[in-house]
């Protein structure tokens, strides 16, 4: 088993009024094989619920209602990379690699946003986490990249850049980046 964080590019703004208000129905995902089907079946369900947290003030989410939410993001976004590793791996990954040479490369504050950030007033109570970095702050980062290039040592380089194009790509379109971590 595998973890992965992936990389969206979406206007958030749009990501928030899909949550607030869903209009994506329920036969728009019925084909769609990549989502776990007790989310397709309870497409309906979970836009109201989800929705409803927001209306309420927001929250923490858990469970089929964070899959719904990644769900929407993979259906508005466009994958802009992911960064894989085993569940073995997932300790090093974020206990070495992300506040490591990720955070020195592109910013610790950076890093922080874009594994776990409230998206529409919602948090997240387990896998997937959601965080996000609007075009501004992904074009402080690419700044941050240049002026402090340092070498990654013994880690892997392959995610590093995974995560600076996709963070270079959303600061030249001028579009925000949402992640997924699970």
């Known amino acids: 088993m595998g973890y992965t964080l992936e990389l969206w590019a979406l206007p958030l703004a749009a990501l928030e009024a899909e949550l607030t208000t869903p209009t994506i129905d329920q036969g728009r995902v019925e084909d769609d094989d990549t989502l776990p089907a007790d989310v397709v079946e309870r497409w309906p369900e979970l836009a109201s619920q989800v929705a409803g947290v927001i209306a309420s003030g927001g929250g923490e989410i858990a469970g089929l209602l964070?899959?719904?939410?990644?769900?929407?993001?993979?259906?508005?976004?466009?994958?802009?990379?992911?960064?894989?590793?085993?569940?073995?791996?997932?300790?090093?990954?974020?206990?070495?690699?992300?506040?490591?040479?990720?955070?020195?490369?592109?910013?610790?504050?950076?890093?922080?946003?874009?594994?776990?950030?409230?998206?529409?007033?919602?948090?997240?109570?387990?896998?997937?986490?959601?965080?996000w970095l609007s075009a501004a702050e992904a074009a402080q980062a690419v700044e941050a990249a240049a002026s402090h290039q340092q070498d990654p040592g013994d880690a892997d380089v392959r995610p590093l850049e995974v995560l600076g194009r996709a963070i270079a790509r959303v600061a030249a379109v001028r579009v925000d980046l949402v992640s997924a971590y699970g």
Do not use: C, Q
Not at 87 to 96: D, K, L, Q, V
């Open 66 to 131: 964070a899959v719904y939410v990644h769900a929407v993001v993979r259906i508005m976004g466009t994958h802009y990379g992911s960064l894989d590793h085993t569940s073995s791996g997932g300790e090093e990954f974020r206990r070495r690699f992300l506040p490591g040479p990720a955070a020195a490369r592109f910013g610790k504050d950076t890093i922080a946003k874009l594994v776990n950030r409230p998206i529409a007033t919602l948090s997240w109570g387990d896998y997937p986490v959601l965080g």
